[in-house]
């Protein structure tokens, strides 16, 4: 992830931080926490000469990048030992 990538990800997430705070994501349909995160995109397009759903596209990669960042370090802490698969 550059820098630039990293910052603009970390913009949308304080601003989620900030207007979704209260929100339980699993009882709020997408649809509404979209809204709620519409201004910041429309901030972010506007300073970078694109569309609203190439940010939108863009942040969603991005968040996708960082979770499955999070999750390795995260099985990378816990050692070899709670290494396991969940059989469905």
Known sequence: MTDAEKTLLDRINTYA???LGDIDP??????MQLEKLKPIM??????NKTSVEDIFIQ???L???ASAEADRKFKEELGPDFDFKMDN
């Open 26 to 31: 699993q009882k709020t349909p997408v649809s």
């Open 63 to 65: 968040a996708s990048e």
């Open 42 to 47: 429309e901030t972010l397009a506007r300073e």
């Open 59 to 61: 942040y969603m990669d």
């Open 17 to 19: 931080e900030d207007v």
